[in-house]
């Protein structure tokens, strides 16, 4: 997965800007965030769409919403409300190709999504 730019974050041959990370699971700072708090929680393997997900990987999947609950409260982003995204294939605008949940949050969001 050389390519993979989230795998090279994982493995620290791309720079990002980390605010977890445990045996699993890494969570970084977006780089064109799309609201105060952006954060991105991925698993460090590589799993390409959310289609790719096996049921052995739902307590992985279970956990990324862990970390992102995790993430929001240290963000303080918590108690006001947030966000998490999930986008899975192109017409969602899925851009990177390895499984990611977006936290967003720090400001009034709208709906329906665009
Ligand atoms: P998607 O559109 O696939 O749901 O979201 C991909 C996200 O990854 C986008 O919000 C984009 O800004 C972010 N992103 C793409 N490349 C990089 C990168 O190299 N570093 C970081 N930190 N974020 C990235
Ligand atoms: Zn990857």
Redesign the pocket.
């Known amino acids: 997965m050389r390519e993979c730019?989230?795998c090279?974050?994982v493995r620290r041959e791309?720079?990002?800007?980390i605010v977890y990370e445990d045996d699993s699971t890494i969570a970084?700072?977006?780089?064109?965030?799309?609201a105060p708090v952006?954060i991105?929680v991925i698993p460090k393997r590589h799993i390409r769409t959310l289609l790719d997900i096996q049921s052995s990987d739902e307590p992985l999947l279970g956990h990324l919403f862990s970390v992102a609950n995790t993430v929001a409260r240290e963000h303080g982003i918590a108690q006001r409300g947030f966000r998490l995204?999930?986008?899975c294939g192109l017409e969602?605008?899925?851009?990177?190709?390895h499984i990611?949940l977006?936290v967003l949050g720090g400001r009034k969001m709208g709906w329906p999504p665009g």
């Open positions: 730019v989230f090279q974050i791309s720079p990002a800007y970084f700072k977006d780089i064109n965030p799309q952006h991105l995204v999930m986008n969602s605008g899925q851009s990177v190709w990611h977006h």
